[in-house]
């Protein structure tokens, strides 16, 4: 896949991203077109509304969150 693209891709000019969709699904015809999905903000997940914890350990009593209830980490040098 990877090689056909990039064979059709060679002398070509691209002037905007979306003109990668035509030329990605024209790389291959036979036995068929390649299958290209167009993708926007709507297939991608909001992470800006996270909270944030200064700590790994942010609860004090029982109840509160715990280390294995973790998803993601970020470090933040102070």
């Known amino acids: 896949m990877h090689s056909t693209i990039k064979r059709k891709l060679t002398n070509l000019r691209v002037s905007v991203p979306a ?3 035509d030329v990605f699904s024209a ?3 036979a036995p ?3 299958d290209v999905e167009s ?3 709507r297939c991608f997940k909001d992470y800006s509304k996270l909270g944030y914890y200064r ?3 942010p609860g004090t009593v029982a ?3 715990h ?3 973790a998803v993601a980490l970020c470090y933040r040098p102070i």
């Open 39 to 41: 993708l926007d903000h």
């Open 32 to 34: 068929s077109r390649y």
């Open 55 to 57: 700590s790994i350990r």
């Open 63 to 65: 109840g509160d969150p």
């Open 27 to 29: 790389a291959r015809s």
């Open 67 to 69: 280390v294995t209830d």
């Open 19 to 21: 003109d990668y969709i």
